[in-house]
């Protein structure tokens, strides 16, 4: 048997295909690895450790190189996801003991994808309760964040609204990916808000994340919200970067805490693409987005709250949240969804004439000060950049990946590209990563 | 002074037509007044927005 050697953990799935391939390893003895590191490290972090179907999984795998039956990068590469996506067969609690018992008979939409790339699933992960639901501000932990970023795994997938994977992973210096709403089906993902929710890849690399969306993305009638569109992760065929026209807000980069990311603007306008001042469309998308969360996330554990089984729930302000957006008025759910409508035109008039928005992951003044103020952001933006809080509400995708390091200085930038436009996206973060090193894990010092 | 327009558990759970908890003098809890001032005070930013009457909601959403 071959030895795993430790930097293999935080290695990317396309790096670990290649050794794979190269047969420095085998699928089993890699799924064994990182089964074992689970084991031994993170115990809080996992919901279910899947430990004889990965390993029968892994071993197939085995069998299907040792014939030449390439499926792909991800093949025989592990992954996690949120325990708020089923798994057939296995508790899918939701990150909640209301749902302890729960099990499904069928794989969530992406789990089946992805076994069908030969991905082996070695573990769920736990989930924020109800996926979040009823949180008026997401959490800035998250555990699928922490086992990519800790080396447990080398992806994970979870359910993302709101920023709620976006933010953790930000801030863990992750590569995450929000796909255009409707591409990757969330059927067998808990809703957590039907108009919002969105398949989150959380990975190491650009080009992980577009292997990745490449293997889940696609129709599915089982989801009322799926667009019917695939994806081809195709760079080839994507225009060159130098031809790139990219959008940005100045207020956005000025001060000490967005002076590291300068760097990334620096590096695509040498690549020769051209900058655009624009100015983010003035709404409260925190506002918009808290409202509709919030009555769909009620509407959706009508039932809990009226049974009094969200008392349950750790947390009582989430709790209270819920019972918060049931007494939501009609007329406010739905000024929010026409004030959605005005914040999706401007933002696809604003990015018309545009290949690419970028923008900071947090506003300036969150890292400047926790008073906050100032600024093009506005104080309605806690959360996420204008830019990135409207992309969210417009249904577009979002990639958010490294800077450079820097102390209270914002970590990742998000880039923001029109509907279905992902390619155009992990064209510009593949060439920032294949240039810098901001995406590897820091030594220690 | 004005009643509490909130409904009740009990109430919703009956509209909703699921499991009602017994009528008690702790089925009610006290309210979330920090998530309820969180939302109004979105209801009021959301009110600032000028939509033109045509403006329909975002319903089938698609990008």
């Not at chain 1, 129709?219 to 130098?242: C, E, I, M, T």
Request: one cysteine or more; a positive charge; hydrophobic letters at 40%.
């Amino acid at each position: 048997m071959a030895s795993i050697p430790p930097e293999v953990f935080h290695a990317t799935a396309v790096e670990l295909n290649q050794r794979l391939l190269r047969k420095d390893f085998t699928a089993a003895e890699l799924a064994r690895a990182f089964l074992e590191r689970m084991q031994s490290q993170g115990r809080q972090t996992w919901a279910l450790l899947l430990k004889d179907e990965s390993r029968q999984r892994a071993r197939d795998v085995d069998r299907e190189l040792k014939r030449d039956r390439i499926r792909g990068a991800l093949q025989g590469v592990p992954f996690c996801v949120e325990d708020s996506l089923s798994v057939a067969r296995h508790p899918t609690s939701w990150g909640s003991p209301i749902f302890a018992k729960q099990v499904f008979d069928t794989n969530a939409a992406v789990v089946d994808r992805l076994n069908k790339s030969g991905a082996v699933l070695t573990a769920k992960i736990k989930a924020r309760e109800l996926g979040g639901a009823g949180r008026l501000s997401p959490l800035r932990t998250c555990a699928a964040v922490e086992a990519v970023a800790n080396g447990l795994t080398p992806y994970a997938l979870g359910v993302e609204a709101g920023g709620s994977l976006l933010v953790p992973a930000s801030a863990h210096r992750l590569t995450i990916l929000k796909p255009t709403y409707g591409l990757v089906s969330r059927f067998g993902a808990v809703p957590v808000s039907w108009s919002l929710d969105r398949i989150g890849i959380i990975a190491r690399s650009a080009h992980d994340c577009g292997h990745i969306l490449h293997a889940v993305a696609g129709g599915d009638d089982r989801d009322a919200g799926s667009s019917g569109k695939s994806f081809h992760y195709a760079l080839q065929y994507v225009a060159p970067l130098s031809t790139f026209r990219i959008g940005f807000a100045p207020p956005d980069f000025e001060g000490a805490a967005a002076a590291p990311l300068r760097a990334v603007l620096d590096l695509l306008k040498r690549a020769g693409a051209t900058l655009v001042e624009v100015r983010p469309p003035d709404y409260p998308f925190e506002s918009a987005a808290r409202t509709i969360q919030a009555a769909e996330s009620s509407a959706a554990f009508a039932d809990l709250i009226a049974s009094g089984a969200i008392d349950q729930l750790s947390d009582r302000r989430q709790a209270d949240g819920l019972r918060s957006g049931l007494e939501l008025p009609a007329v406010q759910y739905l000024t929010a969804s026409r004030v959605r409508r005005q914040i999706q035109q401007a933002m696809n008039e604003l990015i018309a004439p545009l290949d690419l928005l970028i923008a900071p992951a947090h506003p300036v003044e969150q890292e400047d000060s926790p008073g906050g103020g100032g600024s093009s952001t506005s104080g309605r933006t806690r959360r996420m950049t204008a830019h990135a809080a409207a992309a969210d509400l417009a249904g577009l995708p979002v990639l958010a990946l490294p800077g450079p390091h820097g102390e209270h200085a914002i970590q990742c930038i998000c880039l923001i590209a029109k509907a279905n436009g992902e390619n155009t996206l992990l064209q510009a973060a593949h060439y920032v990563q294949s240039q810098e090193d901001w995406h590897k894990p820091q030594p220690p010092a | 002074m004005r009643k509490d327009s909130r409904i009740s558990r009990r109430s919703l759970a009956l509209i909703l037509g699921l499991p009602a908890l017994p009528a008690s003098g702790t089925a009610q809890q006290p309210g979330p007044v920090d998530q309820r001032q969180i939302l109004r005070q979105d209801a009021i930013e959301l009110a600032k927005v000028k939509l033109p009457r045509e403006c329909a909601p975002a319903f089938r959403f698609q990008p």
